[in-house]
């Protein structure tokens, strides 16, 4: 008994001794986390990156909220004990959170705490990190945008994980996306000259601008000559890709510039061509037309506010309307007292485009004025060549050749239609068998006018509504009509994607202001050889 009780007597001690080395060790790998939330309060960047990825490093979910806060300038220390907090700003103090238990902290005011700096440097390894943390999400979306981070980032340390999550990964978009962030880092920091190789090779699948970036920077640097020759056999293929979206993406906007050419001008070329009147106030009825969106979409965001959408289906039969009867009241005011004295219609309507800017000035002031894209018309098809199709513009280019093949049925298909022919081909013809060549005249000039506030609702989309919107596509639209032939649809249509397409094509070269130089002169040169353009009207009045 008394044998038991001495080893008892010391078996105790020792168990409780042992106790206590295993209690104030097992804090060590506990501390590990807390060590590397602690370390990103360093002097230098450098010690900062450092403690980054010593904090990845421990495999912790809870380095990633940590990471999160760094990146967007939440993270603090507190400057009388140096202790890393969380802070959010309330009033005029910070509110602390402890990042390794999650508990509040206290308070601290501006002077107690401060923020933990980063640079450009350490974001782009922070998303690099945070992206590479994010590989083995359930959400294909994050893990594509995670694998585009690790591929910006190009850090050798995530190579491991992405690794990891190639082999899980079942969708064939992130699979590509994961490929390409291996290749990247393979191809700059891997030491085995054909896993290089076949890099360069995967790289160069990859119609990407940040690619052909990696693969030049490889060709230009690395010390093996077989990687540097395929490096830039690769780049080159790469770039000759990029040239051909380019050029594709240089005729989109081509198109798109020249299908708001073909709206501001196929109004003008119906009034220009049956009457023969050089209308300077034409932009202006484009001007009102986009005003008149303004207070649709006004009337729907304090009325209707969840059938904005609509707003531009209403808007544009009602720009129709108002600027069609401002043109008939215009024609019946002004123009028809001024037929077969073009100089003095051109001064007329040249001051009367002046008058409707103070106008606008006067009730709507002379700032520009909000207005919004429906959510069908917000957004754009982008993709990795750097091709971007904006929605608005897609609709634009649809619209106006829906407006044109309106205008062709009108003018093919209706009594009025063959009457305004019959007008334009010879209008003393046509009086004699009975057409009211005036009220031909005031309708088709409504119409002109009409179809440039439909304009006005379709440029309101993608430029600025001002009392001086007009004025930009005036001489333009002039360009186009005389280029394309005077009075002619068709002509109006060729016309105005050919300069639309020309222009877009020669301002990377010339610049934007001497592109539209070049072709203005281009046009010039052009009517010396063809003064009726390229599709001219036949008939007995328009050939005289």
């Known amino acids: 008994m008394l044998r038991k009780f001495f080893t008892f007597s010391w078996v105790l001690p020792l168990a409780i001794i042992l106790g206590l080395v295993t209690a104030t060790s097992a804090p060590a790998h506990a501390d590990e986390f807390s060590d590397a939330v602690q370390a990103l309060n360093a002097k230098s960047k450098k010690q900062i990156g450092q403690a980054i990825d010593a904090l990845v490093a421990t495999g912790d979910e809870r380095a990633v909220p940590v990471l999160e806060a760094l990146l967007n300038g939440k993270l603090f220390y507190r400057k009388a004990d140096k202790q890393v907090f969380f802070a959010e700003k309330s009033g005029k103090v910070y509110v602390l959170t402890d990042p390794v238990t999650g508990k509040e902290a206290g308070e601290a005011t501006r002077k107690e705490a401060k923020k933990i700096g980063i640079n450009n440097k350490l974001r782009g390894q922070l998303k690099g990190v945070l992206g590479a943390m994010t590989l083995m999400s359930p959400d294909s979306a994050k893990r594509m945008k995670a694998a585009d ?10 190579l491991p994980m992405l690794e990891k999550a190639l082999k899980r990964e079942d969708d064939a978009d992130v699979r590509d996306r994961m490929t390409r962030a291996r290749a990247a880092i393979v191809l700059e920091y891997g030491t085995d000259t054909q896993a290089r190789i076949e890099a360069a090779k995967v790289l160069g699948d990859f119609t990407d601008p940040d690619v052909s970036a990696l693969l030049s920077k490889v060709a230009a640097n690395a010390d093996d000559d077989a990687v540097k020759a395929m490096a830039q056999d690769m780049q080159v293929s790469v770039e000759n890709r990029l040239a051909t979206w380019a050029f594709v ?3 989109f906007q ?19 061509g049956v009457m023969g009147v050089i209308n300077m106030a034409h932009g ?22 969840g059938a904005f959408d609509w707003s531009l289906a209403v808007a544009v039969p009602m720009a129709f309307l108002v600027t069609g009867l401002v043109g008939i009241a215009i024609e019946r005011g002004i123009i028809r007292w001024l037929y077969g004295r073009p100089l003095e219609t051109l001064l007329a309507t040249w001051g009367l485009s002046l008058i409707l800017q103070q106008l606008i000035r006067s009730i709507f002031g002379p700032t520009n004025q909000e207005v919004g894209n429906p959510s069908w018309m917000s957004g754009a098809i982008e993709t990795s060549t750097g091709l971007v199709l904006t929605y608005n513009r897609i609709w634009i280019i649809v619209f106006s050749l829906a407006v044109l093949v309106m205008l062709a049925l009108i003018a093919r298909k209706t009594m009025f239609g063959l009457q305004m022919r019959a007008v334009t081909q010879n209008r003393s013809m046509a009086s004699s068998m009975g057409i009211r060549s005036g009220w031909v005249d005031a309708l088709t000039f409504g119409l002109g006018s009409g179809i440039a506030g439909m304009a006005g609702v379709a440029l309101s989309q993608i430029d600025n509504v001002s009392p001086n919107l007009g004025q930009t596509y005036i001489i333009d639209s002039f360009m186009v009509v005389v280029f ?61």
């Open 254 to 272: 081509g198109v798109s510039l020249g299908s708001v050419l073909l709206l501001a001008a196929v109004g003008l070329a119906i009034t220009f």
């Open 249 to 251: 993406g240089n005729l």
């Open 149 to 158: 981070e690790v591929f910006k980032a190009n850090s050798p340390g995530m």
């Open 284 to 305: 202006e009825m484009v001007m009102l037309g986009a005003y008149t969106t303004f207070v649709v979409q006004e009337i729907f965001r304090n009325n209707f506010p």
């Open 484 to 544: 394309g032939g005077v009075g002619n649809l068709w002509g109006t249509l060729v016309g105005a994607f050919s300069l639309g397409i020309v222009n877009k094509f020669l301002e990377p070269y010339a610049g934007a202001v001497l592109a539209k130089i070049l072709v203005l002169v281009g046009i010039i040169l052009f009517i010396q050889k063809r003064p009726r353009g390229l599709f001219a009207l036949k008939g007995r009045a328009v050939e005289s």
